[in-house]
């Protein structure tokens, strides 16, 4: 093999009671995926289906703590289920999908909610919105073959000890094998594919030094600062 320029290590995710670690290719995620929040967003989620966008491997945060980021003044939390993908598919089917996951983690899609509406307004791209350093904090992967396939479950985020969040993972428009199956229509799914699938309503503003503590039924918690 032609050796390399420089080194470039991978984006990995500590996975819950396992030595090695899951080493990250993709990173998609659902927007609108649950209706009170497509509504929260003005949207009429009758009308408009879920759909994808991603954000770079390289967001993803393992640690405890994210940086505030420059060139936005409305920082928001969106706390999501997060799908980790340990086989590849093409065309998957519905009945096929949950044999391509791995496990399940907790995320937060940090979004800048100004410049999201920029582009919505503009009808430009979402990555200045959604693709910064640092948007994906992420806690360790929990192996399907211990917490198994949660389908129902809550899903609560606190900003400093407020609950802000509440929704469950049984009001997902798209629940996992559906997500699976729908983006393996445009994509090819390969291992190390991660997949947010989307928040539940009560997203709202960020500020420098707030405390994140977040929790999904039967996967784990999240804790993170916004530093
Ligand atoms: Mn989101």
Redesign the pocket.
Known sequence: MTSLLFPLPPTVVPIDGETRAFPVRRIY???RNYAAHAREMGADPAAEPPFFFMKPADALVTGARAPYPTDTDNLHH?I?LVVAIGRGGWDVTYEQALDLVYGYAVGI?L?KRDRQNDAKAKGQPWERAKAFEASAPITPIFPAERIGHPKTGAVELSVNGELRQRGDLGDLILPVPAIIARLSEVWTLAPGDLI?T??PEGVGRLARGDRLSGHIEGVTRIDVEIA
């Open positions: 995620c659902v927007g969106e999501e899609d979004t947010f989307g928040t």
